[in-house]
């Protein structure tokens, strides 16, 4: 079992910035591929970025490639979503996932955080 806890968070201006969290525990001896999605009022979750457990490989959605930045921190068993440029659209809760198997479908991850609130203002 693994835990996914996010944080980082809240409101900010168009065009600010703000980095996502998301801290995992418990089986941290597996490497996991993680990924970042999310979900806006009235939408469905939308897959946003993706990396593999090896860091090799790394998805986008189009809509925030040039604009989001995924990485990991091993040592502290931490993957970030840097968003820089931020858009209204943007807005949306914010989840963490990590899985076996690298994929853009959310059905197919396994562990997810409880999610975290950016608000991007006009």
């Known amino acids: 079992q693994v835990q996914l806890v996010e944080s980082g968070g809240g409101l900010v201006q168009t065009g600010g910035s703000l980095r996502l969290s998301c801290a995992a525990s418990g089986r941290t001896d597996v490497t996991y591929n993680m990924a970042w999605f999310r979900q806006a009022p009235g939408k469905e979750r939308e897959f946003v970025a993706a990396?593999?457990?090896?860091?090799?490989?790394?998805y986008y959605t189009n809509s925030v490639k040039g604009r989001f930045t995924i990485s990991r921190d091993r040592g502290k068993n931490t993957v970030y979503l840097q968003m820089n440029s931020l858009k209204f659209e943007d807005t949306a809760v914010y989840y963490c996932?990590?899985?076996?198997?690298?994929?853009?479908?959310?059905?197919?991850?396994?562990?997810w955080g409880q999610g975290t609130q950016v608000t991007v203002s006009l």
């Open positions: 996932a990590a899985n076996p198997v690298l994929s853009r479908r959310d059905v197919e991850y396994a562990y």
């Open positions: 990396i593999s457990w090896n860091d090799f490989i790394i």
